[in-house]
C-alpha cells in the first residue's frame, strides 16, 4: 500500500516564477493538507482540501493556490515566487476532515534563487 | 488562540539514557495534542496522540507522554535512547473548530554514542 507521494522530489525556480507541486494521498484517503516549512522551524499550515473544494486557510496569501481532483490527489501552485518562499512543502493526507491521523509525503524541496 | 511552545530547541543525551523533549500548550478548550518525529529526508511520523482520553499515552518506538492539564503541559519521553530515535521532533496542538494543527518549532534530538 503506498503511502503519501509527492512529486518533485526538489525544484529550483528564480524569483517571479510560477511552481506547481503534486500530491498522491494515501490510498483510501480523501483530505489532502498542505505545509510549508523553512528551514529549522515546524510546518505552517497552508490549505486543506476535501471533495475537491479548500475547506481551510493559513495565513498565506492569495500567490498560494491548489486545486483537488476527483481522484484525490491534489496541487499546490504558487505565483510570482519569492525568495521566501523557499522551504520544504508537505503534503498530508488522512481519511474526512475530522480524522486525527494524517499520513505525511516526504515533501518537495523548494529552492527560490 | 491556541499555541503550542517547545522548550528546547536542542537536546543531547548519551544512548541507553532517558529522553525528556518538553512541551507547553495554550488552549482555550480541552486540547488534541500529538507528537510527530521527522528523520532526515523523510516525511513526518506520528509518534503519539491525545485525544482527552488516558493521561498517559504511549506511542510508537518506546515514546510515551503524559498530559498535565494543571501545567499545561504534554512532555514526550522514553526510558532509554537509541542512535535511532536521532531525529527532529514536533509537539502539536489541534484546534477543535477546524481541525487545524498548530505546530511547535521543533526540537532537535542528538544521541551521543
Known amino acids: 500500500d503506498a503511502g503519501v507521494t509527492q512529486s518533485p522530489t526538489h525544484l529550483i525556480k528564480t524569483r517571479g516564477q510560477q511552481v506547481t507541486l503534486r500530491c498522491s494521498p494515501k490510498?483510501?484517503?480523501?483530505?489532502v493538507s498542505w505545509y510549508q516549512q523553512a528551514l529549522g522551524q515546524g510546518p505552517q499550515f497552508i490549505f486543506q482540501?476535501?471533495?475537491?473544494?479548500?475547506?481551510q486557510r493559513g495565513n498565506f496569501p492569495d500567490r498560494f493556490s491548489g486545486h483537488q481532483f476527483p481522484n484525490y490527489s491534489s496541487e499546490l501552485n504558487v505565483n510570482a515566487l519569492l525568495l521566501g518562499d523557499s522551504a520544504l512543502y508537505l503534503c498530508?493526507?488522512?481519511?474526512?476532515?475530522?480524522?486525527?491521523?494524517?499520513?505525511f509525503g516526504p515533501g518537495t524541496r523548494l529552492t527560490v534563487t | 488562540a491556541q499555541s503550542v511552545t517547545q522548550l528546547d530547541s536542542h537536546v543531547s543525551v548519551s544512548e541507553g539514557t532517558p529522553v525528556l523533549l518538553r512541551c507547553n500548550y495554550s488552549?482555550?478548550?480541552?486540547?488534541?495534542l500529538f507528537w510527530y518525529v521527522q528523520h532526515p529526508n523523510k516525511g513526518l511520523q506520528l509518534l503519539l496522540k491525545?485525544?482527552?482520553?488516558a493521561t498517559l499515552v504511549k506511542g510508537i518506538n518506546g515514546f510515551e507522554a503524559e498530559f498535565k492539564k494543571s501545567e499545561t503541559s504534554f512532555h514526550l519521553t522514553k526510558p532509554s535512547a537509541h542512535m535511532s530515535d536521532a531525529a527532529e521532533y514536533f509537539c502539536?496542538?489541534?484546534?477543535?473548530?477546524?481541525?487545524?494543527?498548530?505546530w511547535g518549532a521543533g526540537t532537535k534530538l542528538i544521541i551521543k554514542p
Open positions: 482540501y476535501y471533495e475537491e473544494e479548500e475547506r
Open positions: 491525545y485525544t482527552s482520553a
Open positions: 490510498s483510501g484517503h480523501d483530505t
Open positions: 488552549s482555550s478548550y480541552s486540547p488534541s
Open positions: 498530508a493526507s488522512s481519511l474526512r476532515l475530522s480524522s486525527y491521523e494524517q499520513y
Open positions: 502539536v496542538v489541534r484546534l477543535d473548530s477546524n481541525y487545524q494543527l498548530i
